[in-house]
T-cell receptor
Framework: AQTVTQSQPEMSVQEAETVTLSCTYDTSESDYYLFWYKQPPSRQMILVIRQEAYKQQNATENRFSVNFQKAAKSFSLKISDSQLGDAAMYFCAYRTESGGNTPLVFGKGTRLSVIA | DGGITQSPKYLFRKEGQNVTLSCEQNLNHDAMYWYRQDPGQGLRLIYYSQIVNDFQKGDIAEGYSVSREKKESFPLTVTSAQKNPTAFYLC???????????????FGPGTRLTVL
């Protein structure tokens, strides 16, 4: 079974600075998807960014980018120019490419605080 | 607007009672999922359904039951056999790769269940 590990339960960053959240995963598959979800205090889960394993290029979405290292099974999230609204729980998630609409496997999350 | 709705937002249950959490989607997604969220545990899969009239157990299915009689609905029943049901419950839906959404899952706003 696949597992996802987020080794940083809590992180903090100064407003306008850059922060990197870590995620590692364990799988024997070669094709899969990786995601970062954000959960603000409202508890609504919001997709931040996604990466297909077959793509070598790292995904970017505005101030959010990933460092995808397939061989190392690492998928870190970098947030640039941090804003107060970035404060939230961040979850890394894995999904197999095979088997149709399979569920996500989540890490335990990293709570990010943004300091003004 | 297309989306996922969950009701109620807050639910209180007495010991020994069964309760049903509602989840409805109008995104025309084939697959639907139930996750449970506890502090420090991330999201754990309870049940999922890839197609109408079919569903599979997740990692923590004991004490829960589901049905999938309609594409747009996937209710979750928390039975009295669930020993520690107090948690935040999230419903999600997703479509296949052909739709262009890269197997993304969309989440509802959640239901907070408290056992009195």
């Amino acid at each position: 079974a696949q597992t996802v590990t987020q080794s940083q339960p809590e992180m903090s960053v100064q407003e306008a600075e850059t922060v990197t959240l870590s995620c590692t995963y364990d799988t024997s598959e070669s094709d899969y998807y990786l995601f970062w979800y954000k959960q603000p205090p409202s508890r609504q889960m919001i997709l931040v960014i996604r990466q297909e394993a077959y793509k070598q290029q790292n995904a970017t979405e505005n101030r959010f980018s990933v460092n995808f290292q397939k061989a190392a099974k690492s998928f870190s999230l970098k947030i640039s120019d941090s804003q107060l609204g970035d404060a939230a729980m961040y979850f890394c998630a894995y999904r197999t490419e095979s088997g149709g609409n399979t569920p996500l496997v989540f890490g335990k999350g990293t709570r990010l605080s943004v300091i003004a | 607007d297309g989306g996922i709705t969950q009701s109620p937002k807050y639910l209180f249950r007495k010991e020994g009672q069964n309760v049903t959490l509602s989840c409805e989607q109008n995104l025309n997604h084939d697959a639907m999922y139930w996750y449970r969220q506890d502090p420090g545990q991330g999201l754990r899969l309870i049940y999922y359904s890839q197609i109408v009239n079919d569903f599979q157990k997740g990692d923590i299915a004991e004490g829960y039951s589901v049905s999938r009689e309609k594409k747009e609905s996937f209710p979750l029943t928390v039975t009295s056999a669930q020993k520690n049901p107090t948690a935040f419950y999230l419903c999600a839906s997703g479509s296949g790769r052909a739709s262009g959404t890269y197997n993304e899952q969309f989440f509802g706003p959640g239901t907070r269940l408290t056992v009195l």
